[in-house]
Antibody, heavy 118, light 107 residues
Framework: QVQLVQSGAEVKKPGASVKVSCKAS????????ISWVRQAPGQGLEWMGW????????NYAQKLQGRVTMTTDTSTSTAYMELRSLRFDDTAVYYC???????????WGQGTLVTVSS | DIQMTQSPSSLSASVGDRVTLTCRAS??????LAWYQQKPGKAPKLLLS???KLESGVPSRFSGSASGTDYTLTISSLQSEDFATYYC?????????FGQGTKVEIK
């Protein structure tokens, strides 16, 4: 069965960076992409971008351009999302999900809480 | 950017009620529309894609339809496990956008 397992919760100071991992299993990693979606406390869902599991091509939300980098390690079927120059309003649960380009998000990770606090 | 507007933002209903949630796209999205269900503290779950394609394991009381750029999620007979927040999302072109959600609460 398809599973996406994310790394654990993080607490970071403003200006720091965070890197969240998402390990995929149960399917051929290179056949799909991974998207990242975040959800601030009590708020809705915000698409951050996606990365192809085939060739590593990326597509980022414009508001995060320059601060976000998505990568993959095909040898371990793991996707990573790094967010730099963290601000208080980056506090959110970060989800990875299978899906990119023109496909919906059919399987989701359990979420990783990133708290930005001084 | 293509905006997605959901209505209502919340509703109260009883078990057995027929419930209709609406999502409007700001421009055409070629039926690249998905609906997700999210329960508190959990990840969203894909219910329908391509407007009306029911995902495996999703009960048949959920259905989707479209009229122009207006999209509808219908729950034919609300069950206790359906109380949750529902989001629509287009995946037509980037940036992908979600609606702001509709919270379905117990009356």
């Amino acid at each position: 069965q398809v599973q996406l397992v994310q790394s654990g919760a993080e607490v970071k100071k403003p200006g720091a960076s965070v890197k969240v991992s998402c390990k995929a299993s149960g399917y051929t990693f290179s056949y799909y992409g991974i998207s990242w979606v975040r959800q601030a406390p009590g708020q809705g869902l915000e698409w951050m971008g996606w990365i192809s599991g085939y060739n590593g091509n990326t597509n980022y939300a414009q508001k995060l351009q320059g601060r976000v980098t998505m990568t993959t390690d095909t040898s371990t079927s793991t996707a990573y999302m790094e967010l730099r120059s963290l601000r208080f309003d980056d506090t959110a649960v970060y989800y990875c999900a299978r899906g990119y380009y023109s496909s919906p998000l059919d399987f989701w990770g359990q979420g990783t809480l990133v708290t930005v606090s001084s | 950017d293509i905006q997605m507007t959901q209505s209502p933002s919340s509703l109260s209903a009883s078990v057995g009620d027929r419930v209709t949630l609406t999502c409007r796209a700001s421009q055409g999205i070629s039926n690249s529309l998905a609906w997700y269900q999210q329960k508190p503290g959990k990840a969203p779950k894909l219910l329908l894609s391509a407007v009306s394609k029911l995902e495996s394991g999703v009960p048949s009381r959920f259905s989707g339809s479209a009229s122009g750029t207006d999209y509808t999620l219908t729950i034919s007979s609300l069950q206790s496990e359906d109380f949750a927040t529902y989001y629509c999302q287009h995946y037509y072109t980037t940036p992908w956008m979600f609606g702001q959600g509709t919270k379905v609460e117990i009356k």
